[in-house]
């Protein structure tokens, strides 16, 4: 299976790593990173690490699980909610959080537009502790300014 998984992914935590672990299951992994021009109005945008460090961070992450670039996932920058998925037909699923369900419904509709098929939806919970939801923007939040 090939599948998307997109997002910011800002000061990597448990909540990605469970997101990325689901990915993975499944199969050879699109991840969409966010660009930093698509991040700007983000809460504690300016806490938000540059994209290259953002890649940089995930390549390290996945690498530390064994994971090679090119062969099990690669890294494609989006600038917009849509990002490449209605760019490569050949793609099965995507995976999404509820907050962002509605982007992959709208992915669909516009695949099925061009005529190509639908991904298959795969929503995962967002992971919560005892603060609340994992969140980058609750790391964020609670960083100081610099």
Request: proline share 2%; net charge positive.
């Amino acid at each position: 299976m090939k599948i998307i998984a997109s997002g910011t992914f800002d000061h990597l935590h448990q909540g990605h790593h469970y997101f990325l672990k689901e990915a993975f299951e499944r199969g050879y992994v699109f991840i969409g990173l966010c660009s930093d021009d698509m991040i700007i109005h983000k809460p504690h945008a300016e806490k938000i690490y540059r994209y290259e460090k953002r890649k940089k961070d995930l390549k390290e992450y996945l690498a530390s699980l064994g994971y090679s670039y090119g062969t099990d996932y690669i890294i494609k920058k989006i600038r917009e909610k849509i990002g490449f998925a209605d760019d490569i037909e050949d793609i099965d699923a995507i995976i999404v959080t509820p907050e962002v369900r509605k982007n992959a419904e709208e992915i669909n509709r516009i695949r099925r537009e061009k005529g190509w098929r639908e991904l298959q939806i795969i929503e995962i919970p967002l992971l919560r502790d005892e603060e609340g939801i994992i969140s980058s923007t609750r790391i964020r939040k609670s960083l100081k300014s610099s």
